[in-house]
């Protein structure tokens, strides 16, 4: 199997969510903003108290809050959180004893993030530099790991789902959505960075996505296909041929 180049892809990666932050109003291959959180299912009064920056700027592909099932007081971890709108929708859940931190490789991102949270005033949120394949954070700390969008885009899949396990406490949760395929895509298309940067060359075959979660050691317990289109008409037609499609997923760390 042709893999992309992983230097080209990170540059890629960094270039394409560089933008995003900073140019939330351009033309991209995926929808984005607001429309797209309340048509996934976002609670619009949530939406509402969370600083309108970071809503601009989503570009996740699923909703998974009411399969986190967040509690007051709860760390949570968000796996490539972007701008933000994820850890500061989570910081309404787990209120003020709540703590929630966002991890991404994208500096206007973080710098986007740190600067709404600073400008609201949201002080239990902390947004990390780091790499989700080796994240900054330490061995069961967290209840709840997320990730919207972005473990399509790493190259090493397995290793990512065995931090979020290491990083969860005994009976924690992995509450993701993300990007997987029906079929195996073609070579052409796993090795276009572009469209590997635009969540469909990095995505899974959805046994093998299952299977990866569960060899890191985590049960999942609900898998389910989101309203989720791709725009631009050569997305939409890989998307179409190889059934690339958006899923929300919860898994569990046994042990409680
Ligand atoms: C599609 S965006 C989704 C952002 C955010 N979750 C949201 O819903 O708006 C992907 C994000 O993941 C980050 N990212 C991609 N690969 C990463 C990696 N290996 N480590 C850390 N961050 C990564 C990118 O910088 C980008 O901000």
Known sequence: MTVVDARELQAKVRDMYRQVAEEPHGTYHFEMGRPLADR????????????????????????????????????????????????????????????????DFTPEQLGKARQLAADAGVDQVDFREGRIESTPAEDESFDCVLSNGVINLSPHKGQVFAEAARVLRPGGRLAIADIVSERQLKDAIIGDADLWASCIGGAAQEDAYHQAIEAAGLRIETSRQNPYQFISEQARNASGTYGVKSISLLAVKPGL
Do not use: H, K, N, T
Not at 64 to 93: I, N, P, T, W
């Open 40 to 103: 996934l299912g976002y609670a619009p009064d949530i939406l509402d108290r969370i600083p309108a920056g970071a809503v601009e700027s989503f570009a996740g592909v699923g909703y998974f809050f009411d399969l986190a099932d967040l509690r007051e007081g709860e760390r949570v971890l968000d796996l490539g959180s972007g701008s933000g709108m994820d850890v500061f929708y989570a910081a309404q859940l787990v209120g003020a004893m709540g703590r929630v931190v966002g991890i």
